[in-house]
T-cell receptor, first 115, second 116 residues
Framework: ETGVTQSPTHLIKTRGQQVTLRCSSQSGHNTVSWYQQALGQGPQFIFQ???????GRGNFPPRFSGLQFPNYSSELNVNALELDDSALYLC??????????????FGPGTRLTVT | AQKVTQAQTEISVVEKEDVTLDCVYE???????LFWYKQPPSGELVFLIR??????QNEISGRYSWNFQKSTSSFNFTITASQVVDSAVYFC?????????????FGRGTSLIVHP
């Protein structure tokens, strides 16, 4: 059984640029969630995708957007990067589209640094 | 106000000691879910346990046990006979309904260091 994978592992961008992060969900999981984890903090829910549609969103501005593909993989796009966007971005998959009501399986994350 | 409070920022113990990680939550919902996750240095969160608000039974899994008390809004986690491999950051999380979706809120985590 393949776990959740994310790419790239690390990324350095300049303020104002755009970035795309990628996630492949665990085999058989049809729901993907994205989280932002600032240093020393807990993960913050960005949004969740189920059947290629956004299915719940946290308190993040519209410049954070996403996509889910038919194979359940997902992308997180962030436009107009700000210094505060520097964080570990975690992707999590689950089998049940219950948003945050069920256990999720996390990838290792993408460390984004904005300079 | 924080919805999930993990008051212990860092705990340091010696191997074989028992350790309890505290979690206090705040919600007005009657239906909600509580979780514990472990985040080792590799970064990925590992699911440990899920509890719904109607199930106050305590649970034991090997050296791990959880004490859920609705009266005090607490969901504490105890590791018995700690081992060096238990060193990690542990997060408590609350999922409550918001606009038809269950949105998870994580605490700030407790860093557990187990010394040999």
């Amino acid at each position: 059984e393949t776990g959740v994978t994310q790419s790239p592992t690390h990324l350095i961008k300049t303020r104002g640029q755009q970035v795309t992060l990628r996630c492949s969900s665990q085999s058989g999981h049809n729901t993907v969630s994205w989280y932002q984890q600032a240093l020393g903090q807990g993960p913050q829910f960005i949004f969740q995708y189920y059947r290629e549609e956004e299915n719940g969103r946290g308190n993040f501005p519209p410049r954070f957007s996403g996509l889910q593909f038919p194979n359940y993989s997902s992308e997180l796009n962030v436009n107009a990067l700000e210094l505060d966007d520097s964080a570990l971005y975690l992707c999590a998959s689950s089998l049940v589209p219950g948003q945050g009501a069920y256990e999720q399986y996390f990838g290792p994350g993408t460390r984004l640094t904005v300079t | 106000a924080q919805k999930v409070t993990q008051a212990q920022t860092e705990i340091s113990v010696v191997e074989k000691e028992d350790v309890t990680l505290d979690c206090v939550y705040e919600t007005r919902d009657t239906t909600y879910y509580l979780f514990w996750y472990k985040q080792p240095p590799s970064g990925e969160l590992v699911f440990l346990i899920r509890r719904n608000s109607f199930d106050e039974q305590n649970e034991i899994s090997g050296r791990y046990s959880w004490n859920f008390q609705k009266s005090t809004s607490s969901f504490n986690f105890t590791i018995t006979a700690s081992q060096v491999v238990d060193s990690a950051v542990y997060f408590c999380a609350l999922s409550e309904a918001m606009g038809g979706s269950y949105i998870p809120t994580f605490g700030r985590g407790t860093s557990l260091i187990v010394h040999p």
